[in-house]
């Protein structure tokens, strides 16, 4: 369970107000329905950071403006706040939250399904209009047991509009109460042994990176990485006020933890064992290339294994990717029973191979929050099929927390090197080395340099510095988190990443203000570039292709070398449902750029939700423009060169399975060296709905006729 610290520390503002709202819904959820079923087990891994900003929110302390903007009158609201209601309160899962309440799906079609591309100040929504769109964002982050056992949920579910300024009040008291109920729910079920609680280091960084930012060139030998970071006091700072926190706020001293994003190496382990950590758990990956080597096999990854950890020993754990990800990922569109049946039958292989004798162990291991937002019922019927039968030993499986298995299986076989990488690729990739991580880092080590000059005075006696320390060191700490490097590069985007970038550079802003020390000029600058930033595709383009431009799928080799953008895979569109299309292919050859859109729909379907589409390409400060209708057949598109060209066909289309498009390097007046950048508007009645890739462009080369021979690879 993961939130990043949201509130300002200038202000005491939550910029952002995911803790509360996934309160009522994920963590609430998850506590209360394993209570339900008696032999069920789960570990649950809590970020402290989040459970101190809940105890916010419950204590009252917490300033939210969304909870603000909720609370206010809706005939009172400011013109810029009615814009700021506009634009922020359908930031939930438009297909299972918004889709499913019909006066929500009426607001967003009324507001416009793509919030960039609207002119706020324009819109004429009435103040009924506006105060169901303030307690439909609230009512619909509620989960399950929240409608269970609220009868203000149920009642204004059944309403469904023209709420009233008491529904609203009522439905915030509502909210307050269930927030008050996790943690001692959580702490319910620890007590009666169902739950083992774990604990991510505080503010949840990197601990391989924050001991020492050059251990990243294990795993990636060739990154270009920032100027060293390495200070391994602060990694002990947020491991031991994780366990501590935990002790005094949920009544256990956890035993195992889940190092944020699975990240280790040799040195985090040595820091875990040494603050009494008994166990740890990450990726299979890890697991595969630790030493000794292992190849992944019928039980290599089905087992615990002892781990050095300096001078000494802790027991690790290994997730199953596969099974992990079809929960966090797969399952939502399927029916409950057939999900956890297909859940089984892999369980069931996974014994059936295991070595005589040996009890295979089983991680499965994935966010414990957003993945429900995408399940029907917040994954109400899926998680009760799924700890009905897991608790009834269906099929000979038996759930069982690490602790309780270690009792009985200790760990056996062991690792004399952990390989220093997280969940992702076994790297650091997605947290350094892109020059906006590396920017980050460098704000971070000259503010940490900082620091470290005061703490030496106050270390010769200058005692009255020691608050001012220990307030920038707080700052940094929180700047340390994993989560505002998840946002920077090329690989996630998100509607929020200009509010992530601007509270990093405030935490860092704080440490300068702590220590009364002029705040750097370039921390007012955005680290995260938008507009013309170059987003990463699935695969790059790999040679020439040739396909029929029949809109039909015929043949895999027609495609094949082409590169790929699928939002869906670059989890990045945060709250949003399916889309419109959910790939873009795109390549070439000698003549001419091919483009091929994969509907989510059938094409009639797709031809309603959206009229027309856009493609863009730039050159430096020229811009080309082509429209095609998304009528099935083939739809003749046209070339639109600047707002005063007139229109003219170029190239073909054809849309029937699929959509495909070639466009003529000459008719487009691109020649062979020449750099493009790419991108895809989804249009409906002249509002965009959908862009390809969501921020920034896809870009390639116009190739030349030795393009396949410079990038032949065997």
Not at 17 to 42: C, F, K, N, Q, S
Not at 90 to 108: A, I
Not at 192 to 214: K, R
Not at 586 to 605: N, V
Request: charged share 25%; aromatic share 10%.
């Amino acid at each position: 369970m993961l939130q990043r610290m949201y509130r300002d520390p200038e202000s005491g503002e939550y910029i952002l107000p995911w803790v509360r709202l996934h309160a009522t819904r994920a963590y609430y959820d998850m506590a209360r329905v394993l209570g339900e079923y008696e032999g069920a087990r789960a570990v649950v891994n809590m970020v402290p950071s989040l459970l101190w900003q809940l105890d916010d929110y419950v204590q009252g302390r917490a300033k939210d403006r969304f909870l603000d903007l909720t609370r206010k009158p809706a005939a009172e609201l400011s013109p810029n706040e009615r814009e700021f209601v506009l634009r922020n309160f359908f930031m939930v899962d438009w297909e299972t939250n918004v889709r499913t309440m019909s006066r929500y799906w009426e607001l967003l079609h009324k507001r416009g399904r793509d919030v960039r591309a609207v002119d706020l100040s324009r819109l004429s929504f009435s103040t009924s209009e506006l105060r169901d769109l303030q307690v439909l964002f609230n009512l619909q982050w509620m989960g399950f047991r929240a409608t269970e056992e609220e009868e203000v949920v149920r009642a204004l579910r059944a309403k469904g509009r023209e709420f009233t300024e008491d529904d609203k009040a009522a439905l915030l008291e509502t909210q307050q109460r269930i927030m008050s109920k996790v943690m001692p729910a959580l702490a319910e079920v620890a007590r009666s042994g169902q739950v083992e609680l774990t604990v991510t280091p505080f503010y949840h960084p990197i601990l391989p990176l924050v001991i020492d930012t050059d251990s990243a060139r294990r795993a990636m030998p060739h990154a270009q990485l920032p100027p060293r970071f390495t200070w391994p006091e602060d990694a002990q700072v947020h491991v031991r006020r994780a366990l501590d926190f935990a002790e005094q706020h949920l009544g256990t001293r956890p035993k195992g933890m889940w190092p944020a994003e699975g990240s280790v190496s040799p040195e985090a382990l040595a820091l875990l064992a040494r603050e009494g950590v008994q166990w740890a758990a990450t990726d299979e990956g890890n697991l595969l290339r630790s030493s000794p080597h292992r190849e992944r096999n019928g039980s290599t990854l089905y087992r615990p294994y002892r781990a050095a950890a300096g001078d000494r020993e802790i027991a690790m754990i290994f997730r199953d990717r596969g099974l992990s990800d079809l929960i966090g990922f797969s399952y939502a569109k399927s029916p409950p029973n057939d999900a956890v049946d297909d859940l089984f039958k892999h369980l069931d292989t996974i014994a059936n191979a295991a070595e005589p004798g040996e009890v295979p162990f089983v991680t499965i291991a994935l966010d414990g929050e957003n993945a429900w937002e995408h399940y029907p019922h917040s994954g109400r019927d899926f998680l009760r099929t799924l700890y009905r039968r897991l608790g009834a030993h269906e099929g000979g499986i038996e759930p069982v927390t690490p602790t309780a298995f270690f009792a009985q299986h200790p760990p056996r076989e062991r690792i004399d090197e952990i390989h220093t990488g997280s969940w992702i690729d076994s790297n650091f990739r997605i947290w350094i080395g892109h020059p906006e991580d590396n920017q980050g880092w460098t704000y971070l080590r000259d503010a940490r340099r900082a620091v470290a000059d005061r703490e030496e005075l106050v270390a010769r006696g200058r005692a009255d510095l020691a608050p001012k320390v220990a307030q920038a060191k707080e700052a940094l700490y929180v700047a340390e988190g994993s989560d505002w490097f998840w946002w920077y590069g090329d690989d996630f985007t998100s509607d929020c990443i200009a509010e992530f970038d601007a509270l990093f550079r405030s935490y860092v802003k704080a440490a300068w203000r702590a220590l009364g020390e002029p705040v750097p000029a370039q921390l007012d600058a955005p680290i995260k570039q938008l507009g013309m930033q170059v987003a990463s595709p699935q695969q790059e383009p790999q040679g020439f292709i040739r396909p029929r431009l029949d809109g039909r799928i015929k043949s895999y080799f027609d495609w094949a070398g082409a590169g790929l953008y699928a939002p869906s895979e670059a989890q990045g569109a945060m709250f949003r449902g399916e889309g419109i299309f959910g790939a873009l292919c795109f390549g070439f050859d000698e003549k001419t750029l091919y483009l091929r859109l994969d509907p989510t729909s059938a094409p009639t379907e797709t031809a309603r939700k959206a009229s027309e589409l856009r493609v863009l390409l730039a050159n430096g400060d020229r811009r080309i423009e082509v429209a095609i209708a998304t009528q099935t057949g083939e739809p003749a598109p046209s070339l639109i060169v600047g707002e005063d060209a007139p229109e003219r066909p170029v190239g073909r289309a054809s849309f029937h399975d699929i959509l495909e498009l070639g466009l003529p390097f000459e008719q487009l007046g691109l020649t062979s060296g020449t750099r493009v950048a790419l991108a895809v508007q989804v249009m409906r009645q002249g509002v965009e709905v959908e862009r390809l890739p969501r921020h920034g462009y896809l870009s390639f080369t116009v190739p030349d006729e030795d393009y396949e021979r410079k990038n032949w690879k065997a």
